[in-house]
């Protein structure tokens, strides 16, 4: 059995398919390897995979660097692979970019997104497909905490409209075709490998290098921010149990995957603060289009479903990330 992840070079599709190799599965990794961000990372992660798949005891992992708005190059990447799960994590990221690209969005992100359900829909026997959502398909909702019965029709960003396009779109073919899905609305996930656009790494190398540190909203904006091994917790619970109609509805299910204890954006960059021993040069800006004021997930139904549990404070997880960041990357990147 293959065990297909997308996006398997970007930061939570790499630890993801880590921790599968690490017990022992047939990894088959896709990823386009733009240059949205540095291309050096991506790399650097899927040598990390070959290094894994390598090793004793752990599966096997091979690569196809393909675009999943390609179709014809997905089908080809994919035919005879024996493929009966799949982690569908390829997507064009960020909030902002998307008002400077929305059609990089509407390729990876619809586009795409269809010829997966395509490719899920023509495999027999397919056991299941988790794919990734977002938190900011809530857009500017006031109810707190954010559950995934509250109305999602009012996106504040391109990109989130892609998102709950991607959900409608899925719940559709589980409902033609009967193929189990299963959405995750994932909260600000950060950790070690993460992405060179999120605040995490954004304040960490500006903090090291001494310069200033963009802060939007005066840093009141608040975050649901989530570990990496916390999220990968989630994402294989649900491939390894996939969804289920309910009440003869679709097979198809949505879960928010957060750490259920927003933070205010000033909190954590006082803990970069603290791990890096260094003070920040801050660069009061205002709130960005797109940003909205808080994320907080209820996790009740994840945790009902599949046993998921964060483990990981913003207090541990913002020091593993530095130590990350300076002793394994920085002499890397230079």
Same mark, same amino acid.
């Given at each position: 059995m293959t065990i297909?992840? @997308? =996006?398997?070079?970007g930061f939570i599709g790499f630890h993801t398919a880590m921790q599968l190799l690490a017990r022992g599965e047939s990894v088959l990794g896709i990823d386009d390897l733009n240059s949205y961000y540095t291309v050096a990372l991506k790399r650097a992660r899927l040598a990390e995979l070959e290094k894994a798949g390598a090793g004793r005891g752990a599966g096997n992992f091979r690569f196809a660097q393909v675009d999943i708005a390609d179709r014809a190059a997905l089908t080809e990447a994919t035919t005879g692979a024996g493929i009966r799960r799949i982690v569908h994590l390829a997507a064009q990221a960020g909030v902002r970019y998307s008002l400077q690209n929305p059609h990089a969005y509407a390729q990876a992100n619809l586009v795409g997104h269809l010829n997966m359900l395509e490719l899920a829909r023509g495999i027999d026997g397919l056991e299941a497909m988790t794919y990734a959502s977002s938190s900011s398909v809530y857009g500017g909702s006031t109810r707190i905490p954010f559950r995934e019965d509250d109305p999602a029709d009012q996106p504040v960003s391109f990109y989130a409209a892609t998102k709950r396009s991607n959900e409608m779109m899925s719940y559709s073919y589980a409902h033609l075709y009967r193929i189990p899905l299963t959405g995750l609305r994932f909260f600000t996930v950060y950790g070690p490998w993460g992405r060179p656009d999120m605040a995490m790494w954004i304040f960490t190398d500006?903090?090291?290098? =001494?310069?200033?540190?963009?802060v939007f909203a005066g840093g009141t904006l608040q975050r649901d921010f989530t570990y990496i091994d916390d999220i990968v917790q989630g994402v294989i619970a649900t491939v390894d149990g996939p969804a289920?109609?309910?009440? *003869? *509805?679709? +097979?198809?299910?949505?879960?928010?995957? =957060?750490?259920?204890?927003?933070?205010?954006v000033r909190h954590f960059l006082a803990l970069i603060e603290?791990? @890096?021993?260094?003070?920040a040069i801050v660069q009061d800006l205002p709130k960005?289009? =797109?940003?909205?004021?808080? @994320? /907080?997930?209820?996790?009740g139904r994840i945790q009902r479903d599949h046993g998921f549990q964060p483990k990981t404070s913003l207090e541990e997880?913002?020091?593993? /990330?530095?130590?990350?960041?300076?002793?394994?990357?920085? +002499?890397i990147a230079g």
């Open positions: 297909l992840v @997308t =996006g398997a070079a500006k903090i090291l290098r =001494g310069e200033p540190v963009p289920v109609a309910v009440e *003869g *509805g679709a +097979p198809h299910r949505i879960y928010n995957i =957060g750490n259920n204890r927003p933070a205010e603290q791990a @890096t021993g260094k003070r960005q289009p =797109g940003d909205v004021d808080r @994320t /907080f997930a209820d996790i997880g913002v020091p593993r /990330f530095v130590r990350w960041y300076r002793d394994a990357w920085l +002499p």
